[in-house]
Every structure is written in structure tokens, then in C-alpha cells.
């Protein structure tokens, strides 16, 4: 028999190909206009790729379709080789000229993706080889994130402390290097050099050991925790690898748009990347499931591990000098000014210092903190995850699909938005889907008490359908929280300040995280016992009102549409003259 990993690839390369560069045009020009505004000489932003900086990107984005129309009819017409280059151009790359550095840059977005092909492996290895509770398993979720939370510093590190010459292929080929080495470690089985680790959960609490000695507890994980610690150790370094990968191509992107005189590169780089990081996403969404049917978790990530080697390899392709050969080489190429002699150690501590001056602002701090606020609600999603598979009985392949179709349903989000919502304020978008999660959120009641059945609906159609509702209305509501976080950003600081507002961001989620790990464990969830599941969905849906009483900390920048911002930003930054370069902050 063909496995179903085996028969479905087609239509998922097929399909995700066609939805991500499709309406990644349109991703990018979601929140265009403001890019305009509020980082106009400073570029694109460092984290997502989701704002394009050239007022010609606004017609050039909406026509895409057209484009690949006309491309391909050229290359009806024409077998020649610069018909094909053309069809490559102007319908796949978006008018961008093909390089090596191009594809190099197309492939570490692709890979950021590709990367959650070893996602659901992470999660069945903790639960069915290490016996993890939700409880664990949610906190540990939660401590996975945080290298995310330090994206300033990647940053900074890249800029100002060049690696062997090199402040971009350097850190992208070590970070590959550690990533692949992370990843290898965990398909290998720590290559038996961990004594294993004995969960409460396989063993009992008082696990022992084959000498009969007991195991050394760490506090509510129990057990012995060697094997686990380099588990834990190994993941969160695969964060951090992905995370500076990130930053680093972050600023590449940057730097491109800066030295290109080609208006389509500036919209067309980043519609491309967030096009490739999607497309990659689509397709690992399935696979991550489809594959665990047929190999357990250390074979998926031993297959996972090829992609940051690919990162490793393609870095030799980003088209970068030496510091030393490097006109100026004692500035930052991040944003250094050619006659300018200042240090990039003298530049990093410009820019944390105008950020300080910058968070200190009432109008910044506020909105900010109400990010965070809103963010770092609780979450009941790992409860839920051991539900469906130890109750309702849904395996990988299942959970696969469901990450596709919710994947899908994202992009539709950001359509949606794109087409009905920038007219609306940014405040009124965050009030009524925050009204609305709480009362959608609880429709999984329906599915916790098996009264979908009684109804009609299957478990499996009640998931995949629930996905797609809250997907898309979880886009609906984060498009508004980039805008707003872009829109706080004063001159001067502009990449760096929203670096940091997404790093406050990535940090409020782990927060909600942690606070929903110690919910399951307080109401005694486990992975057989889920009589108060329903009691943590009604609390993890209330919960995320409440940040609604702060709302009118968003009056001074939140009142507008993305489509009604001024031309001018309209946050002034009150730092004194000559403290900042305004040509600088690549990050």
C-alpha cells in the first residue's frame, strides 16, 4: 500500500504554491501604506517581512495576477532563453532580477517555514516517548519560545561584532551548522550518551532506576532528567538557531533594498521572501503529520536537520565583503553614513539609548504595554492537543491536516483584512475581535462534551472548522497589532524600536503560555483525566477581555485605519538633537 504521505504531495505543492506567492503580494501590501509613513528612509522592518517601503509597490502588488499572465503568454509565444528569464522575473520573482544571492535569500525563508515540518515531532516526542503531561508539555512549549524574545540582540551581535570578517555569512553559517547539529542530536537519540529519563507518568512518582536507586526529581517534572535536559537543551537552541537566521536575513533584505536604485525591489524582496517563508510553512504543515505516520519522531528530525544545513550552504551565496575591503569598514554596514567615523560598538549604544528615551514615552509605553497585556492571555492548547489524541483519538496525520487547513485559512485572514478592514480604525479592530474570540472560543464546549455529535457534526469537521474560524480571526486581529507596532515608531529608531515591540510581543505569548501550563496543572488535567477541560476553556476565553479596560492607552495612535495614517509618523521622538543618526538602525 502507497502511504498517504506519498499520494497527497502533489496537491499540497500544487495548492501551497499558489496560495503563498499568490497573496503574498497582497500580504506585503496589507500594511504598505504605513511602511510609508512611519519607516519611509529607513526601509522594511526586521521581523515577519510583512512591510514593503516604495509607494510603487502599492499598483505593481495588486497586479501580480496580471503579470504572471502576461509572463506566461511571452513564454507561449517564445522558446528563447530570455523569454524564460523573463516568465522567471516578472511572474516569479516579482520583477526582481534572478541572482544566486536572490535564491540564497529565497531558500533561508523557505527553510524558516519548511522548519515546522519537525513541529508535531517535538510535540509526540514529549508526550509519547518522554511521558509528558499538558502541564510539562505547555511550559516547556512556552520555554521553547524565548529566544525569540531577544531578536534586538541578534541583531545588535550581527551588526556590531563581525564573525571572521563576515557580520551576515558568518552567523548564517553557524547558526545553520548548530541547528543541524541540534536537530541531529535529537534524531540520534543523543547517540546513547544521556541516561534516560523516567517520567512519573510512565513509572509512577517514585520512578526508580535499573540499580534501584531512586531518580533525582526537578521540582513538577519529576523523574530523572538528564535525557530530558538535553531534549530541552537541544530544542531551545534550534529556536535560537531559527531565530537569529531570521534577524540576520532580516538584514540582508535591508541592506538590498538600500543599495537597489530598482523600485521593485523594495516591495517585490519582501512580497518574495514572506512568500517563500509561506510556502514552506504550507507545505511542512502537512508533512508534519503525514510523515510521523510512517517514522517516529528522531527519524523526522534527522530529515529535519538537512534544512539548516541548507541554510549553512546557501550563506556562501550571499553576495557580502570583508569588513576590512569594506569602504569605511569601521562603520556598521547596517546603516553607517561613507566619511562618517564612528565605531559600530558607538553605534549600537546610539540606538539603545535612543530606544530607552523612546520606551519612556508615555504614547510608546502605553500602547505597548497593552500589546503585551493582550498578548499574554492564557491559553488552554496543549490541554486541548491530549484531548483530541488521547480522548477523542486523532493521530498525526489528522493533526497535519488540521495545521494545513489552518495554515489555508490564514492566508484567507490576511485577504480578508487586506480587502475589508484598513479602513477600519486599528482600535475598533482589536475591541470587536477580542469581544468576539471570548464567545467563539467557547464553541469548544461543544466538542469537549461530545455535544457536536448530538448535533450532527463529526469531531474531525468540528476541528478542522473551528481552525479555520479562529485562524482567520486571529489574522484579523494580529495585521493590526504590526500596524500599531509600526505605527509607534518615531525616527531614528524605527527597526530597532519595532524589533523590540515584537520581542515584547514573542515574550507576552510565552507568558500566556506558562499561565495556561500552571491552569491545567492547578485543575488537575492530565492526559487521562480532562473532567475540568471545560472549566479551562470557559477561563482561557473570559480571560482574554480583560485587556479591553485598557483600550483607551490606543487612543493617540490606534484611532486611525491603516489607509487614513498621514504621510508623517505620528509619533515624534523627544531625544535630544544629535543623539541619534537617523541614517542609522538597520535593526
Known amino acids: 500500500a502507497i502511504p498517504l504521505a506519498l499520494v497527497f504531495p502533489a496537491h499540497v505543492f500544487g495548492i501551497s504554491f499558489a496560495i503563498a506567492f499568490g497573496i503574498s503580494a497582497a500580504t506585503t501590501n496589507t500594511t504598505t501604506s504605513l511602511a510609508i509613513n512611519s519607516i519611509k528612509n529607513e526601509s522594511q522592518n526586521q521581523d515577519g517581512g510583512l512591510f514593503a517601503s516604495a509607494e510603487e509597490d502599492l499598483a505593481r502588488a495588486s497586479l501580480v495576477g496580471k503579470d504572471v499572465a502576461s509572463a506566461t503568454c511571452s513564454a507561449g509565444s517564445s522558446d528563447d532563453d530570455s523569454s524564460s528569464l523573463a516568465v522567471l522575473q516578472e511572474g516569479i520573482l516579482l520583477g526582481i532580477r534572478p541572482t544566486p544571492e536572490i535564491f540564497a535569500i529565497m531558500t533561508i525563508y523557505f527553510v524558516e517555514g519548511a522548519l515546522g515540518l519537525a513541529r508535531l515531532a517535538q510535540t509526540f516526542l514529549l508526550k509519547d516517548t518522554l511521558h509528558l503531561g499538558p502541564a510539562e508539555m505547555s511550559a516547556l512549549t512556552g520555554l521553547f519560545t524565548l529566544p525569540w524574545t531577544v531578536k534586538p540582540l541578534y541583531g545588535f551581535l550581527s551588526d556590531g561584532f563581525p564573525l571572521f570578517g563576515y557580520r551576515r555569512r558568518s552567523y548564517l553559517i553557524v547558526a545553520g551548522v548548530v541547528g543541524c547539529l541540534s536537530y541531529t542530536a535529537l534524531g540520534a537519540d543523543f547517540w546513547n550518551m544521556l541516561e534516560p529519563y523516567a517520567s512519573p507518568v510512565a513509572a509512577g512518582a517514585a520512578a526508580v532506576d535499573a540499580t534501584g536507586a531512586p531518580s533525582v526529581a526537578m521540582g513538577w517534572l519529576g523523574g530523572r532528567v538528564n535525557y530530558l535536559q538535553g531534549t530541552i537543551a537541544a530544542l531551545v537552541l534550534s529556536s535560537a538557531c531559527i531565530a537569529f537566521s531570521d534577524v540576520v536575513a532580516d538584514g540582508i533584505v535591508v541592506q538590498k533594498t538600500r543599495e537597489s536604485d530598482d523600485p521593485k525591489v523594495a516591495g517585490g524582496l519582501q512580497s518574495l521572501c514572506w512568500g517563500s517563508a509561506a510556502l514552506g510553512g504550507l507545505i511542512s504543515a502537512y508533512f508534519s503529520g503525514s510523515l510521523l505516520e510512517v517514522m ?42 561613507e566619511g562618517v567615523d564612528a565605531a559600530p560598538v558607538d553605534g549600537i549604544k546610539e540606538q ?43 493521530g498525526p496525520e489528522f493533526l497535519g491536516r488540521a495545521r494545513l487547513v489552518s495554515a489555508a485559512a490564514t492566508l484567507v485572514g490576511v485577504w480578508g483584512y487586506q480587502k475589508y478592514l484598513r479602513t477600519v480604525p486599528i482600535k475598533d479592530i482589536l475591541f470587536w475581535t477580542t469581544v468576539a474570540s471570548a464567545p467563539l472560543g467557547m464553541i469548544q464546549l461543544l466538542l469537549i462534551t461530545h455535544a457536536n455529535r448530538a448535533i450532527g457534526i463529526p469531531d474531525g469537521a468540528f476541528i478542522l472548522g473551528d ?113 541619534v543618526d537617523t541614517t542609522k538602525g538597520e535593526r
Open 467 to 579: 481552525d479555520v474560524v479562529l485562524s482567520i480571526l486571529g489574522e484579523f486581529a494580529f495585521l493590526p497589532t504590526l500596524v500599531l507596532a509600526a505605527r509607534l515608531c518615531p525616527p531614528g529608531v524605527e527597526a530597532v524600536l519595532f524589533a523590540t515591540l515584537m520581542s515584547i510581543f514573542n515574550g507576552a505569548s510565552t507568558v500566556g503560555t506558562e499561565v495556561g501550563a500552571a491552569l491545567t496543572k492547578y485543575l488537575d488535567i492530565t492526559e487521562s483525566n480532562f473532567d475540568n477541560l471545560a472549566l479551562l476553556n470557559v477561563i482561557c476565553s473570559l480571560s482574554c477581555l480583560y485587556p479591553l479596560l485598557f483600550i483607551g492607552w490606543l487612543d493617540e495612535v490606534g484611532g486611525k485605519s491603516e489607509e487614513e495614517q498621514g504621510e508623517a509618523s505620528e509619533i515624534v521622538l523627544d531625544v535630544p538633537s544629535g543623539t
Open 296 to 337: 517516529g519522531p528522531r527519524e523526522i528530525f534527522q530529515i529535519t536537520a538537512v534544512l539548516p544545513l541548507l541554510v549553512a550552504t546557501i550563506a556562501f551565496f550571499v553576495d557580502e565583503k570583508p569588513v576590512w575591503k569594506q569602504e569605511g569598514s569601521s562603520l556598521s554596514e547596517a546603516g553607517g553614513v
Open 352 to 394: 539603545a539609548s535612543a530606544l530607552w528615551l523612546a520606551m519612556k514615552q508615555p504614547a510608546i509605553w502605553r500602547p505597548a504595554l497593552f500589546l503585551f497585556l493582550w498578548q499574554s492571555t492564557p491559553t488552554g492548547d496543549g490541554a486541548m492537543l491530549y484531548y483530541m489524541t488521547n480522548d477523542l483519538g486523532f
